[in-house]
């Protein structure tokens, strides 16, 4: 857990890897973890953003970023597309 106080569920983090760096973000509150530390922290430990982070999801099939501040969204707003857990 973060100072944020978000759980990061591991059903909404993405992890990304880039070479041998892992990088895991929860896009809930826009904290970040990798296992190098390159982010300034611990390695292995959540760092909070930090600006502003607006809450939602990117859609897969064209790109559309869906804020939930009013609700989540469970199809993408401009092409329909289901929301990918």
């Known amino acids: 857990m973060s ?24 896009p809930l509150c826009g904290s970040i973890n990798d296992n190098s530390g390159a ?10 953003p930090a600006g502003v982070v607006l809450p939602g999801w990117t859609c897969t099939r064209c790109f559309t970023f869906n804020g939930c501040v009013k609700e989540l ?4 707003r401009s092409c329909g597309t289901p929301r990918k857990r």
């Open 3 to 26: 100072d944020a106080g978000c759980p990061h569920p591991d059903s909404e983090v993405v992890i990304v890897q880039w070479d041998l760096v892992i990088v895991r973000w929860c």
């Open 39 to 48: 982010h300034g922290a611990e390695p292995g430990t959540w760092r909070s």
């Open 73 to 76: 969204l469970t199809e993408c």
